[in-house]
């Protein structure tokens, strides 16, 4: 599984990253300074940039950077993250009337949560194929048909 993580994500460094940034269960005080996050937010944001700009993302490094530490710091303030599901946290997140003002960063946060963790679905298509188009039926010439 984290292969098929790693190839849709060929280029971010370090995966922990991600995982930081998903994780919202784990945010805290300490969190919001830690700079490390901060350069895993923008080297996403660069290596996904395209797709991003075409989705909207319009802001610079430093008004994303900002997004992120405002979203982390009303969590932390208003909704407690480490005592509910990342889930709960998110869906909060995404339908508060302050969204609008996170536009970027949620972008964000929604493209790496479309990342497909695994390429199983492409692996049954072809083994289906497979099963459709075997070796003996593609070996045919016209006369036995």
Sequence with gaps: MSSALEERLEGVDDLSGVARILNCEGWNKEYVVDGT????????AAQFETPLK???MVATELEL???WHDIVQYSLDYLNPSVHNYRAT????FHLSQ????????LLICLLFSLPVSNAELKRF??????????????LSQSPL
């Design 65 to 67: 950077v900002e997004e």
């Design 99 to 106: 969204a609008s003002k996170w536009c970027n960063i949620l």
């Design 126 to 139: 072809f083994s289906a194929l497979k099963r459709v188009k075997r070796s003996k039926r593609a070996s």
């Design 90 to 93: 998110r869906f909060k997140l």
């Design 37 to 44: 996050t901060d350069e895993d937010i923008l080297g996403i």
């Design 54 to 56: 075409l989705q909207g």
